[in-house]
């Protein structure tokens, strides 16, 4: 079973910075896909980055160029460093590991942690 815990969100001004991180029980980097996703207040969740085993990283529109997604496979931790925070960028941040199951992907989720840029 897949434990992922979150922290380093918080509120910050706009233009701000902020870096999450996600720790992750076991050694999952080398089997699972890890990303960030956000759910605003009303909106649904939506994928902000992903970042393969193999480190091939992705991210939304929106993010590009401010945000940046890495891992720690000694950690056995996810970050997302967040710069240039914008109003827009106020959500529950959430850790994910899409990590196979019987040949199937299975994704967890960490409990997540609120970031709310202020203007």
């Known amino acids: 079973q897949v434990q992922l815990v979150e922290s380093g969100g918080g509120s910050v001004q706009a233009g701000g910075s902020l870096k999450l991180s996600c720790a992750a029980s076991?050694?999952?980097?080398?089997?699972?896909?890890m990303g960030w996703y956000r759910q605003a207040p009303g909106k649904e969740r939506e994928l902000v980055s992903t970042i393969s085993s193999d480190g091939t990283t992705s991210y939304a529109e929106s993010v590009k160029g401010r945000f940046t997604i890495s891992q720690d496979n000694a950690k056995n931790t996810l970050y997302l460093q967040m710069n240039s925070l914008k109003t827009e960028d106020t959500a529950v941040y959430y850790c994910?590991?899409?990590?196979?199951?019987?040949?199937?992907?299975?994704?967890?989720w960490g409990q997540g942690t609120q970031v709310t840029v202020s203007s």
């Open positions: 076991g050694y999952i980097f080398s089997r699972c896909g």
């Open positions: 994910a590991a899409s990590c196979p199951v019987l040949g199937h992907p299975y994704m967890n």
